[in-house]
């Protein structure tokens, strides 16, 4: 099955610094890959994500890129503020071999970022 | 619009007693999953409903745990005589179709004591 390792676990900046956080997969046939952010309390809400057919895509301040050669993809976050400061999942998914081709999204360990004022 | 509504928010339950866990899916969102979340875990999947399909049971980690969902609609996830490693958090998302971005509920925090 698909393996996702989410990097680092841990990210601290100062409030206007850029933010990186990186994610391999395993399985080459995933093409699908979500970002979640999590706040305290709640579910993970979709941010942004990004499709094998395409290597970036930006919205606003966040940012995706993909490298299927590399099975690796990457969040950005440019100019980050307090309220950035959530824990952060990746997630990949593909057709699979089960139910027909689920889909069913594997994720990262997640990233928990703070950012200071 | 509403969300993915789950209940009760939180759950504290003696070792060995039952539990069911509610999640109300947005609707017309025909695929469902459950995933556990424990402490300073990532998300693990449990249990997945596509349509009128079989739901692929493959990441229940016992026969401790069993889930369906009526109607295409509510699902409910029951864990028999729990254990305390059953303490977690538990996401219900929902997704329009296949291959569509989840959406979450806020999910339930379970404690067994």
């Known amino acids: 099955g698909e393996n996702v390792e989410q990097h680092p676990s841990t990210l601290s900046v100062q409030e206007g610094d850029s933010a990186v956080i990186k994610c391999t997969y395993s399985?080459?046939?995933?093409?699908?890959f979500p970002w979640y952010k999590q706040e305290l309390g709640k579910g993970p809400q979709l941010i942004i994500d990004?499709?094998?057919?395409?290597g970036e895509k930006k919205d606003q301040r966040i940012a995706v890129t993909l490298n299927k050669t590399a099975k690796h993809f990457s969040l950005h976050i440019t100019e980050t503020q307090p309220e950035d400061s959530a824990v952060y999942f990746c997630?990949?998914?593909?057709?699979?071999?089960?139910?027909?081709?689920?889909?069913?999204?594997?994720f990262g360990r997640g990233t928990s970022l703070i950012v200071h004022p | 619009g509403a969300g993915v509504s789950q209940s009760p928010s939180n759950k504290v339950t003696e070792k060995g007693k039952d539990v069911e866990l509610r999640c109300d899916p947005i609707?017309?969102?025909?695929?469902l999953y459950w995933y556990r979340q424990s402490l300073g875990q990532g998300l693990e999947f449990l249990i997945y409903?596509?349509?009128?399909?079989?739901?692929?049971k493959s990441g229940l980690p016992s026969d401790r745990f069993s889930a369906e969902r009526t109607g295409g609609s509510v699902s409910t996830l029951t864990i028999q005589r729990t254990q305390q490693e059953d303490s977690a958090v538990y996401l219900c998302?929902?997704?329009?179709?296949?291959?569509?971005?989840?959406?979450f509920g806020n999910g339930t925090r379970l404690t067994v004591t």
């Open positions: 399985d080459s046939a995933s093409n699908y």
């Open positions: 998302a929902s997704s329009l179709d296949r291959g569509s971005p989840l959406h």
């Open positions: 997630a990949a998914s593909s057709p699979g071999e089960v139910s027909g081709g689920s889909y069913i999204p594997t």
């Open positions: 990004i499709r094998s057919n395409v």
């Open positions: 609707s017309g969102h025909t695929a």
């Open positions: 409903f596509q349509g009128n399909s079989a739901p692929d």
